[in-house]
């Protein structure tokens, strides 16, 4: 059965100050990994779609990297609009799921 | 803004009851996903159509039904609700018949079980 974990759960940082999400997937066979954002009592909003292990991309201040076990949601000077749940999801060969992590809870403090 | 639309955007209701739930993708997308989301259980998908049939099922209980239409436009349909079914429901939607394509989601219903 496909799983994914995320850590930490929660997240607090200080404007400008780095840091990195972790996602850590067990899957029979990745077909896709994807970020989401998500605010409070909204829709989860696309960011990134990695596919294979040493793929990179990139969006303003967020870089998603990818390994065949795990992938990383670097953050690079935060600002508190970045401010949102993060959620990780993954795509099986079979292409018939997609299953979501349980997000890390990030805060922005100014 | 993402181009799904779901209606209504709360709904709040008694144990027992039944209600509809109703999505719109994205123009051109002819897949549609259904998720659950609450509080303890995260975001769980329920069901995905593709050009009307239905494509993959997940954690979807059996007193829940889907449908997708001519028009590509889907409805959830919840029966004999309990209070546990209160959560967010959302509907998502993608060009392709298959789960790795990324999927664009809908703002969201707010279903409330009195």
Do not use: M
Not at chain 1, 4 to 9: A, G, L, N, Y
Not at chain 1, 48 to 77: D, Q
Not at chain 2, 8 to 22: E, M, N, S
Not at chain 2, 29 to 58: H, M, P, T
């Amino acid at each position: 059965e496909d799983q994914v974990t995320q850590s930490p759960e929660a997240l607090r940082l200080q404007e400008g100050e780095s840091s990195s999400l972790n996602c850590s997937y067990t899957v029979s066979g990745l077909r896709g990994l994807f970020w989401y954002r998500q605010d409070p009592g909204k829709g989860p909003e696309f960011l990134f779609t990695l596919y294979s292990a040493g793929e990179e991309k990139e969006k303003e201040r967020l870089k998603a990297t990818l390994t065949k076990k795990e992938s990383f949601l670097h953050i690079t000077a935060p600002k508190p609009e970045d401010s949102a749940t993060y959620l990780c999801a993954v795509a099986d060969n079979y292409g018939q799921n997609f299953v979501f992590g349980p997000g890390t809870r990030l805060s922005v403090l100014p | 803004d993402s181009g799904v639309t779901q209606t209504p955007k709360h709904l709040i209701t008694a144990t027992g009851q039944r209600v509809t739930l109703r999505c719109s993708p994205r123009s051109g997308d002819l897949s549609v996903y259904w998720y659950q989301q609450s509080l303890d259980q995260g975001l769980q998908f329920l069901i995905q159509y593709y050009n009307g049939e239905e494509r993959a099922k997940g954690n979807i209980l059996e007193r829940f039904s889907a449908q997708q239409f001519p028009d590509l436009h889907s409805e959830l349909n919840l029966s004999s609700l309990e209070l546990g079914d209160s959560a967010l429901y959302f509907c998502a939607s993608s060009p392709g018949t298959s789960s790795y394509n990324e999927q664009f989601f809908g703002p969201g219903t707010r279903l409330t079980v009195l």
